[in-house]
């Protein structure tokens, strides 16, 4: 007898995702356990919406993967599976009943799940339900607990450092003050990473309100030495002292989640009117999920399709696969759930100079 491995993607896309998907799918085929790896269309939405009685139906939302398909996945961003925001344990709307029919009538034996905190919170309920689960971590974010690594996190840090290096060229030309606005809901990683890497002057994390007093007086300060511009990178959590964060939308997903976004321009007019710099904001948004996955995260994703299958055949259900001091391990789904892995202020942040750490070794 076969065993029917179901993956899914869910959540926002990025890059190594279908390396992931590739991963799981070549190392299962290569084993000595009869694998059947089928891939589920957009998330929990396929599992939950297919109607496994129908062949049409199956179709468009199952997919059978073997080597050849999958062979050149890990090289493209994105996800050929499809996404999607789907709970299916949401209070508003409960399809758990349907998703767990849906498992048992597609002779599914086991799901390995790629994603963040909602996708793998949900594989833990269902592993908690008796279904065998295996989750691989992924958000740009890279707040997930339980990991030290996050798929998407590398190619995002890279694209925010490639855009700040071709802004800096005409944010010099003009003299002007550029803000730059990252993703990252509750955790600065990113912007800290991508300030660090393309070297912001300033950089404003969720973790640690800012005051436009102290970031003016940086900024004077910089202007006083004959510096031309500055770049600030901002998240999209990120708020000045006092104030909530900035919301783009206030429709919730149906993990509860508003849209974050527009800090950036805010704050830019603030400090326009404040100091009379000539300043701009650029806010990157969803090209920091675009492109193509960075040497690190086809690594990464390819490391983690594989422990995955090696966590089948050993049967540890109900964990993720996880990196965790440079050795890929797994933890328990329960430990990565339910918060987040944020920045600690006082290790990685410098809050004098509203930017990364100045001592590393204490
Ligand atoms: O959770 C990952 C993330 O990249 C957040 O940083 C961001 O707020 C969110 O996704 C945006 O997602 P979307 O616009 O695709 O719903």
């Known amino acids: 007898m076969k065993m029917k491995i179901a993956v899914?993607?869910?959540?926002?896309?990025?890059?190594?995702?279908?390396?992931?998907?590739?991963?799981?799918?070549?190392?299962?085929?290569?084993?000595?356990?009869?694998?059947?790896v089928i891939g589920i269309t957009d998330g929990w939405r396929g599992l939950v919406e297919v109607d496994p009685d129908d062949p049409k139906s199956r179709e468009k939302y199952t997919r059978t993967l073997d080597e050849e398909i999958v062979r050149t996945w890990d090289r493209y961003g994105g996800t050929n599976l499809g996404t999607s925001r789907t709970n299916p344990f949401s209070p508003q709307n409960d399809r758990s009943e349907i998703l767990l029919d849906n498992i048992k009538k597609l002779g599914i034996d086991v799901v390995v799940a790629i994603g963040g905190e909602d996708?793998?919170?949900?594989?833990?309920?269902?592993?908690?339900?008796?279904?065998?689960?295996?989750?691989?971590?992924?958000?740009?974010?890279?707040?997930?607990?339980?990991?030290?690594?996050?798929?998407?996190?590398?190619?995002?840090?890279?694209?925010?450092?490639?855009e700040i290096?071709?802004?800096?060229?005409?944010?010099?030309?003009?003299?002007?003050?550029?803000?730059?606005?990252?993703?990252?809901?509750?955790?600065?990683?990113l912007a800290l990473h991508g300030g660090e890497c393309s070297g912001a002057y300033i950089i404003l994390i969720p973790e640690y309100s800012f005051s436009f007093e102290e970031i003016c007086s940086l900024l004077k300060e910089r202007k006083g030495r004959e510096i031309r511009y500055a770049i600030i990178v901002i998240a999209e959590g990120a708020k000045p002292t006092g104030k909530e964060e900035f919301i783009q939308n206030t429709k919730v997903d149906e993990f509860g989640h508003v849209t974050l976004g527009g800090i950036a321009k805010f704050v830019a007019e603030e400090i326009e009117s404040r100091t009379g710099f000539e300043t701009r904001h650029l806010i990157?948004?969803?090209?920091?999920?675009g492109g193509t996955p960075s040497a690190?995260?086809?690594l990464m994703a390819r490391w983690y399709g594989i422990a995955a299958v090696d966590m089948i055949i050993n049967e540890d259900f109900g964990r993720m696969a996880s990196l965790l001091r440079g050795e890929i391990t797994s933890v328990p789904l329960k430990e990565c759930i339910g918060r987040l892995k944020r920045v600690e202020v006082e290790k990685y942040y410098n809050k004098e100079r509203y930017n990364g750490r100045r001592s590393i070794i204490n």
């Open 8 to 36: 899914l993607t869910g959540g926002g896309d990025c890059p190594g995702l279908n390396g992931a998907v590739k991963w799981v799918t070549k190392s299962a085929m290569e084993r000595a356990v009869d694998f059947e």
């Open 119 to 162: 996708t793998l919170g949900t594989a833990y309920r269902l592993h908690k339900l008796g279904v065998k689960t295996i989750g691989i971590p992924k958000t740009i974010d890279n707040d997930l607990v339980g990991t030290d690594y996050s798929l998407g996190f590398d190619t995002a840090v890279n694209v925010i450092t490639e």
């Open 296 to 298: 690190h995260d086809r």
């Open 165 to 189: 290096d071709r802004l800096r060229t005409t944010a010099g030309s003009h003299s002007r003050i550029f803000v730059v606005e990252t993703m990252g809901r509750h955790a600065g990683w």
């Open 284 to 289: 990157l948004s969803h090209l920091q999920r």
